[in-house]
Each structure stands twice: as C-alpha cells, then as structure tokens.
C-alpha cells in the first residue's frame, strides 16, 4: 500500500478492534493490513461463492 492509497475513518467496536490488534501483533504486521486482509478474504469468499450459484446449462452448480 502507498500513502497515495484512498483513506477512510472508520468506527469499530472495541472486541473488533482488540481482535485486529492481536492479529497485527501475531502476524508481526499492521492493523491497516490486518484490515486489509480480512476484506480480500472475505472478496475472495463472495467471488468464490457467486462463481458457485452462476447458472450451468438449466441447472444451478452448488
């Protein structure tokens, strides 16, 4: 990441944010990346997911 990267507050719940600051620490990283992380695999998750439901001839593949 750059510092030229779009930038944005946001609001945690602090369990939310105990658990990224564990995780940084454990991962021996930052709490951006932390963030970052959990996002793409959840993009990954939800790509893998839609790629499951897409239509297959006249049937759903699951």
Excluded: C, Y
């Excluded at 970052?36 to 499951?52: D, F, G, L, S, Y």
């Amino acid at each position: 990441m750059a510092i030229t990267d779009p930038q944005f507050k946001i609001r945690l719940p602090s369990d939310a944010k105990a658990f990224i600051e564990a995780e940084a620490k454990a991962n021996a990283s930052s709490q951006t990346s932390e963030v970052v992380r959990a996002i793409r695999e959840r993009m990954k998750a939800e790509t893998r997911r839609t790629q499951r439901l897409e239509p297959k001839g006249n049937k759903f593949s699951l």
